[in-house]
Nanobody
Framework: VQLQASGGGLAQAGGSLRLSCAAS????????MGWFRQAPGKEREFVAR????????NYADSVKGRFTISRDNTKNTVYLQMSSLETEDTAVYYC???????????????WGQGTLVTVSS
């Protein structure tokens, strides 16, 4: 599986961005998908996940109510709609696949290259 993340950029605090992650292959719906982020000098952390068919989602407390994860299995794409952005959301965002339902880094096997989100005050 190859993943291509896009949609990052510069946003003002309070603004919105939508990230996309396009996957190769024809088994996309068999994977749970997750978004993680890594801020400068910090460890990579879980942001959100969505089950293979999109029926279940889960969020980190820090983004709950502000971010929404979704997927379109007909387009092999997962999205992360980010609203009410805060400067603390500045990070490189990564999408990843998992066979098990988990928010742990180690459960994710294929990773995209990351897309940078910078939120200014």
């Amino acid at each position: 599986v190859q993943l291509q993340a896009s949609g990052g950029g510069l946003a003002q605090a309070g603004g919105s961005l939508r990230l996309s992650c396009a996957a190769s292959g024809d088994t996309f719906s068999s994977y749970h998908m997750g978004w993680f982020r890594q801020a400068p000098g910090k460890e990579r952390e879980f942001v959100a996940r969505i089950s293979g068919r999109g029926f279940s989602t889960n969020y980190a407390d820090s983004v709950k109510g502000r971010f929404t994860i979704s997927r379109d299995n007909t387009k092999n794409t997962v999205y992360l709609q980010m609203s009410s952005l805060e400067t603390e959301d500045t990070a490189v965002y990564y999408c990843a696949t998992a066979r098990t339902w988990s928010d742990r880094l180690g459960s994710y096997d294929y990773w995209g290259q990351g897309t940078l989100v910078t939120v200014s005050s």
